[in-house]
């Protein structure tokens, strides 16, 4: 059984930065695309970043390019999402995925979130 747990999200202020963790267990996170998706209350899903296996290619929402990266650590079966310049915008709970097959959109195993709150 793959479980995914993110952890990092909590209270911080406009301009602060942030580090999101994803740890993976149960699977091979190696061979796994992995991805960054955001909920804001009352709104839908959005995609935030993803990053290939291997880590070579990364890809972000246009609302979060040059502001967030997305990185991974293979030996550790962690993926993390380093967020700078946060604005209240930012305010969601942020959730991980995992891609078994690298399809890009089809993600088959999902943590449960973490909350992210940016706030003065």
């Known amino acids: 059984q793959v479980q995914l747990v993110e952890s990092g999200g909590r209270l911080v202020q406009p301009g602060d930065s942030l580090r999101l963790s994803c740890a993976v267990s149960?699977?091979?996170?190696?061979?796994?695309?992995m991805g960054w998706f955001r909920q804001a209350p009352g709104k839908e899903r959005l995609f935030v970043a993803t990053?290939?296996?291997?880590?070579?290619?990364?890809y972000y929402a246009c609302f979060v390019k040059g502001r967030f990266t997305i990185s991974r650590d293979n030996d550790k079966n962690t993926v993390y999402l380093q967020m700078n310049s946060l604005k209240p915008e930012d305010t969601a709970v942020y959730s991980c995925a995992a891609d078994r097959e690298a399809t890009g959109y089809e993600y088959d195993y999902w943590g449960q979130g973490t909350q992210v709150t940016v706030s003065s």
């Open positions: 149960g699977g091979t996170f190696n061979t796994y695309t």
């Open positions: 990053i290939s296996a291997n880590g070579e290619h990364t």
